[in-house]
């Protein structure tokens, strides 16, 4: 069975830091998919970025970055020069091979950019 | 701005209730998912819809049913509601089935927030 988890429920990060919200997953299928979401308090699902199993490189998108570490099943998002609209939920997802394939959330972690 | 979307975005019932979600996907997307996110269970896949066709179930009560239309937009129909139906309920598009396309994203709409009182 697919398994996310997100172990820090909220994260402080000080405008212009960097900040990683960890992520860590489970499962036996060797092709898999790692997703970012953004979800601000208006509530709509913002993709950031996505890393692919097989994907030889960390994934990059702007100031968003993927630090995957697949011995140990980990798929962390560094953001760096936070902004304040970076505050919101993060949600780390995943998506395994086969039929239909949905997404599989985290319990997500709510970051706070403090000016 | 996604693509997709949801209506209403809010809507307030009663118990034993029935109300209809609708999902337009983002255009060409044949794929549409829903999603319920709750405080306490978080975010679950409900069931997902390819081109008509019901694609893949997740953890979907028998009061829950959906359909995908010729047009491609869905509609989720929730029966009998209770309480804890009380949730933000998302769709979600995407332009592949799944399988081999692992890296498609999926846009999600803003989300209907339903409350059962």
């Known amino acids: 069975a697919q398994k996310i988890t997100q172990t820090q429920p909220g994260m402080f990060v000080q405008e212009k830091e960097a900040v990683t919200l960890d992520c860590t997953y489970d499962t036996s299928d060797p092709s898999y998919g790692l997703f970012w979401y953004k979800q601000p308090s208006s509530g709509e699902m913002i993709f950031l970025i996505y890393q692919g199993s097989y994907d030889q490189q960390n994934a990059t998108e702007g100031r968003y970055s993927l630090n995957f570490q697949k011995a140990r099943k980990s798929a962390n998002l560094v953001i760096s020069a936070s902004q304040l609209g970076d505050s919101a939920m993060y949600f780390c997802a995943m998506r395994e091979g086969g039929y239909g394939n949905k997404l599989v959330f985290g319990a997500g972690t709510i970051l706070r950019v403090k000016s | ?117």
């Not at chain 2, 049913?65 to 979600?92: K, T, V």
């Open chain 2, 1 to 117: 701005d996604s693509g997709v979307t949801q209506t209403p975005k809010h809507l307030i019932t009663a118990t034993g209730q029935r109300v209809t979600l609708r999902c337009s996907p983002r255009s060409g997307d044949l794929s549409v998912y829903w999603y319920q996110q709750s405080l306490d269970q978080g975010l679950q896949f409900l069931i997902q819809y390819y081109n008509g066709e019901e694609r893949a179930k997740g953890n979907i009560l028998e009061r829950f049913s959906a359909q995908q239309f010729p047009d491609l937009h869905s509609e989720l129909n929730l029966s009998s509601l209770e309480l804890g139906d009380s949730a933000l309920y998302f769709c979600a598009s995407s332009s592949q089935p799944g399988g081999q396309f692992m890296n498609t994203e999926a846009f999600f709409g803003q989300g209907t927030r339903l409350t059962v009182v």
